[in-house]
């Protein structure tokens, strides 16, 4: 089996059963972690609301414009950046630890500590942007599918809170700007629920 977690620490977290990538994560290794999950999760998110708005197309949503709506949320809902983003974080996580092991120019280990926080500012402010996205969405959505939309949007501000908490490690200095997206993903979940 350590050969087996060997092989899968070397594959993409993208191309992974979904079976194998909770293995991997749940396992006493440092990578995939919490950034990786929380990208995982934001792609799942962001499923959820493309398949609510893949059920906004039929004639009638053709005619009233929920359609257009309904295909240019589908195509801001992208489930392979966040997929990536879970394996770039990964390879950053893997990186920084170097540099605690390493000796390097610290210029070098500025450059990989600045993008071991990249990434999870980065899926924090992705979902902020998606959940605003499905939020607008809703008043067009199929009316039979809204439930889903609104999955979308409390799986991404849970990959939100989770990717703040990875920002968190890494000494953020854009922490309030970053808690001020948090809080209007509240909002937004608050008026759903």
Not at 25 to 46: D, E, M, Y
Not at 163 to 191: F, G, H
Request: glycine share 4%; proline share 4%; aromatic share 4%.
């Amino acid at each position: 089996t350590h050969q087996h977690q060997d092989s899968i620490k070397t594959m993409s977290i993208k191309s992974l059963p979904l079976d194998q990538f909770l293995a991997t994560l749940a396992a006493k290794q440092p990578t995939p972690g919490g950034g990786a999950a929380a990208a995982v999760g934001a792609a799942i998110g962001n499923a959820a609301a493309s398949m609510a708005a893949a059920y906004t197309t039929r004639k009638k949503d053709a005619e009233s414009g929920a359609k257009a709506k309904a295909v240019e949320l589908q195509s801001a809902m992208d489930v392979t950046e966040f997929l990536q983003a879970a394996d770039d974080d990964a390879e950053a996580y893997a990186d920084l630890q170097r540099t605690w092991k390493e000796t390097m120019a610290e210029e070098e280990k500025a450059k990989i500590e600045a993008r071991a926080l990249a990434i999870p500012t980065n899926l924090v402010e992705t979902c902020h942007k998606n959940i605003l996205s499905i939020h607008s969405f809703l008043p067009h959505c199929n009316t039979n599918i809204t439930s889903d939309a609104k999955v979308g949007i409390h799986t991404l501000a849970g990959a939100a809170r989770a990717a703040y908490q990875t920002v968190l490690v890494n000494s953020p200095p854009e922490k309030m700007r970053l808690q001020t997206l948090l809080k209007e993903i509240r909002d937004v979940e608050d008026e759903l629920l």
